[in-house]
């Protein structure tokens, strides 16, 4: 029987297995917000966001409420890594009665406590009286809590059951109590269980602590969760401290084939059968129990304490934890075992002695077993959300089990290394309590709303409000009106070119056309068939020497021509004279579709007698001194109208053409009414808007902040540009570079260590962003990132700096949505409709790789243009595609 009763008590290994995964899915249960009602693994948030780094400084109060006693704890930190606090306390008795009585008496109690303690402790050189004193309230109670400093009682338990505090803010209660005692310099600004002062009480400097397993009366573990795991939280990035309420597990049937007859006793004769089932097999308050309800079932299988009265037995908790524990600790002999059973008014022989010891073993090492079970799942789950393949982590450990029972840790270690082999975890002991850790969070917390604020005062400039983008919109509308007016364009900074294109593709074009693309990355030479069954298109790559881009236009002609030759050769079309469509991205005054002046060079080029000159011209020219008769160019166009007809092609709506890249433009379909520039009425025209230089007359110098005006000074086209320059690739990530720099002077990151290789202009590449950007699993690339740039950033650091991230891209989705939001309102408008349903055809790597970008424009244009219904077409190689569209349509047309 005894054998029976021990293999009942002993788990086996793959049981552990089981439970588990049982618990990581009670765990994940507690963090959905749709399952979190029904989980019996609560997971409460604690909105705490951080563990302590060390720098933690000041005076910090603490009140802690317990069983029968309030305890006032004055901790002084000295921003040295947390190593000697200075720590002063007091213990106060509750009055009888007052935990059952009412509410508000019991709060004033523990304010006048708090008074009383500052008036004995506080002279004028711990504390200046004018300073004023937070608070961290430790109330081990269920509370479902919205903020650090706010948080309803859910229910009473280990004896309270004070009138008129369920459903209420207990923060709220201690502070007007406070108030009442006149210490208005006292601050309640944290509220938290013990379990989590457990935690940071373990947190010293360079050795933070994520996890705490409390293994006392009841039994409950905390640890540091990914912040956009916790969905019963608001908060989204960083880590956030989840209480887990672990007490309740198994309470739905979990548990229920590794329980025993003699916990199915121990839990019918509770107060709350059928609850708490895990904390029942683990927690102090019933190790005892289980050995009790052991002991009478063995006994009356005869298997122990034959031939003696064990009426005593019979009595709820004579038998308590430490009985159990004074019989276990001793490792050689009964002799301790004999005179605890005597104390109890036992007689036990020898071998009662013996067999009475192996069931304590047995029981006390189950929970110790079971609480490395639920470690272990903590530890894997960690483990799996970080997306680490090994998790190293420190883990507090406090209680009455963990410092009675020697071989506890040692249980919790091993066991826990089995079930999750790929987590070593460090035990660290709690040293002073929870009083010490409360007083931490409080620091932690000032520390961080003070980081909070300096943060918003950096990035504040950069938040645009609905208005701010208003009028930018209308800003926007308002420039496009003069560069289109015959007499304003002169003065516009928003040039609205003409570019002669006056159809969209209808799908019905057919045909081979040649096509050029220059003043992208690449030159290249394309063959583009348009056919019933779709576009096919076949293209080479050329280089232009530098001696050629800067050598004379004659040249670098004559090096095209060539090019063309050698396409045409190698693709066999020598024979035929096929119309091109040549896309030249450099900015052109355009006077027909195949004739268009370089207004200047740009991106490097500065070839001789081009500016001025008639683009397509000088390719004709050369063509002639080539003598390559088979040439037909029919359309110049930019690389905004190659995108537009692209994307035309497959969607009549296409009336927009956008570029996110490394610069910003876009082009669209105007009424010819509205063009002054360009002869005639009739039919529409699209317009290059070369929308990049918005703001260069000084228009939009009330959103540039100091970041902007340090990026535009060190280019080389200083003043120019402005509005590309808050948006495109070229510049993102230069702007988020200079945040860096002003937040860590500040001391706001990276410990205020800057490296030598941040302070290099454009080392920080806009593709960056969009890896720190990317959701949840993305921190490891960050700190990659920081690496290759000489940075040793810390959690925090990395969610700061993905916060900065964030802030820089989105303001420039939502300038460009302010930008669309006035060209598709001015459409709108044209056709004289209540709703516009359009599409824009769009390039650009920004706009194509950034994970947000493009939601972010399209949400900010849904709300500033609502009576406009705008989707958006990736484009696929516009500036090929799109030229030979463009020379279709003329063909077409014509
Ligand atoms: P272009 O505009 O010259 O035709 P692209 O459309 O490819 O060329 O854009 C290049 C720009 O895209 C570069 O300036 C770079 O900063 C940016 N970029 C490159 N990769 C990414 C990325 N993964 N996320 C965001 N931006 C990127
Ligand atoms: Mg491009």
């Not at 909105?47 to 029968?68: A, D, R």
């Not at 990317?774 to 921190?779: K, P």
Request: hydrophobic share 40%; glycine share 8%.
């Amino acid at each position: 029987q005894i054998q029976r009763a021990l293999r009942s008590l002993c788990i086996p290994l793959e049981r552990l297995h089981i439970m588990k995964g049982h618990m990581m899915q009670d765990m994940c249960k507690g963090l959905s917000r749709q399952t979190h009602a029904q989980a019996k693994v609560r997971m409460l948030p604690t909105y705490i966001c951080s563990t302590p780094n060390g720098t933690e400084k000041g005076n910090f109060l603490v009140v802690e409420l317990c069983q029968n006693q309030v305890r006032t704890l004055l901790v002084t930190l000295y921003g040295d890594g947390n190593m000697s606090p200075q720590m002063m306390y007091k213990i106060f008795d509750m009055p009888e009665g007052m935990m059952q009585g009412d509410g508000e008496a019991l709060f004033d109690f523990i304010a006048q406590c708090v008074s009383q303690f500052l008036a004995e402790t506080i002279t004028p050189d711990t504390c200046n009286s004018e300073e004023r004193l937070p608070l961290g309230f430790v109330f081990p109670f269920t509370c479902r809590q919205t903020q650090l400093d706010k948080a309803e009682l859910l229910s009473w338990s280990k004896g309270f059951s004070c009138s008129g505090v369920v459903g209420k803010d207990v923060v709220q209660m201690l502070q007007s109590a406070i108030n009442k005692q006149e210490l208005s310099h006292v601050d309640v600004v944290a509220l938290m269980n013990d379990t989590v002062g457990t935690m940071m009480t373990c947190c010293t400097e360079g050795r933070p602590c994520e996890i705490a397993v409390v293994a006392d009366k009841g039994s409950n573990c905390c640890f540091m969760a990914e912040a956009y795991l916790v969905e019963t939280a608001e908060e989204t990035s960083g880590r956030m401290c989840v209480n887990t309420e672990w007490g309740c597990f198994g309470d739905d049937g979990t548990l229920n084939d590794i329980l025993t007859p003699y916990d199915e006793s121990v839990d019918e004769e509770s107060s709350n059968p059928g609850e708490k089932r895990f904390e029942k097999l683990v927690g102090t308050l019933y190790l005892g129990e289980i050995v009790r309800h052991a002991l009478i079932a063995l006994t009356a299988e005869k298997a122990v304490f034959t031939g003696t009265d064990i009426a005593v037995l019979k009595e709820k908790g004579v038998f308590t934890i430490q009985h159990v524990l004074d019989i276990i600790n001793n490792e050689d002999g009964t002799t301790d075992v004999k005179r605890v059973l005597e104390v109890l008014g036992l007689q036990p022989s020898e071998r009662d002695c013996g067999r009475v010891q192996q069931i304590c073993r047995a029981v006390v090492g189950r929970a110790a077993t079971l609480h490395a079970v639920g470690l272990a799942a903590i530890l894997s789950y960690m483990c799996q959300t970080r997306d680490m393949e090994t998790l190293m982590v420190n883990v507090g450990v406090d209680g009455e089990l963990y410092k009675g029972y020697s071989r506890f840790e040692e249980i919790l270690q091993s066991v826990s290394r089995l079930l999750s082999p790929e987590c070593l975890a460090t035990l660290l002991p709690s040293r002073d309590g929870s009083g010490r850790g409360a007083a931490m969070v409080t620091a932690v917390a000032l520390r961080l709303a003070a980081q909070r604020r300096a943060v918003n005062e950096v990035l504040g400039p950069l938040r645009l409000t609905r208005a701010d983008l208003e009028k930018v919109q209308a800003l926007m509308r308002q420039e496009m009106e003069r560069g289109l007016g015959k007499h304003t364009n002169a003065s516009a900074s928003v040039r609205m070119l003409p570019t002669y294109v006056s159809h969209t593709p209808d799908g019905t074009e057919r045909g081979d056309f040649l096509a050029l693309d220059l003043g992208g990355t690449n030159f290249r030479v394309l063959v583009v068939r348009v056919t019933e069954e779709g576009i096919s298109m076949a293209s080479e790559i050329y280089v232009i020497p530098a001696s050629i881009m800067r050598g004379t236009g004659e040249g670098l002609f004559d090096h095209i021509i060539d090019c063309i030759v050698d396409f045409q050769t190698k693709q066999n079309l020598m024979t035929q004279t096929l119309p091109l469509g040549f896309t030249f991205s450099f900015p052109c005054q355009q006077v027909g579709l195949d004739k268009a002046l370089l207004l200047t060079w740009t991106k490097g080029f500065t070839a001789s007698d081009c500016v001025g000159h008639d683009v397509v011209q000088l390719l004709r020219d050369a063509a002639r001194r080539k003598q390559h008769s088979g040439l037909q160019v029919v359309a110049l166009l930019n690389d905004t109208v190659g995108t537009m007809m692209s994307c035309g092609y497959d969607d009549p709506k296409c009336e927009i053409g956008l570029i996110v890249g490394t610069g910003t433009n876009a082009c669209y379909m105007e009424e010819m009414k509205n063009v002054g520039t360009v002869e005639g009425d009739q039919g529409r025209m699209c317009i290059n808007m070369e929308w990049g230089a918005f703001g260069d007359n000084g228009c939009l110098d009330h959103i540039f902040t100091h970041f902007d005006r340090v990026v535009d000074e060190t280019t080389i086209n200083p003043g120019k540009q402005r509005f590309e320059k808050l948006i495109s690739g070229m510049y993102l990530g230069e702007i988020v570079r200079q945040i860096l720099l002003v937040m860590t002077e500040k001391q706001l990151l990276f410990q205020g260590r800057v490296s030598s290789k941040l302070q290099t202009r454009n080392i920080f590449q806009t593709k960056f962003l969009s890896t720190i950007e990317l959701n949840g699993l993305a921190l490891r690339q960050i700190r990659t990132i920081l690496k290759e740039l000489e940075l040793d950033a810390s959690f925090e650091d990395s969610v700061l700096l993905r916060e900065v991230c964030q802030a820089v891209s989105l303001r420039a989705a939502q300038l460009c949505a302010a930008g669309l939001a006035a060209v598709v309102e001015k459409m709108r408008e044209n056709r004289g409709l209540d709703r516009l349903s359009i599409s824009v055809g769009v390039d650009g790597t920004l706009y194509k790789l950034h994970p947000c970008f493009s939601q972010n424009l399209q949400k900010t244009l849904k709300d500033l243009a609502p009576n406009c219904d705008v989707s958006f077409h990736l484009s696929e190689d516009g500036s090929g595609k799109g030229a030979a569209l463009v020379a279709a349509v003329a063909c077409r047309t014509a």
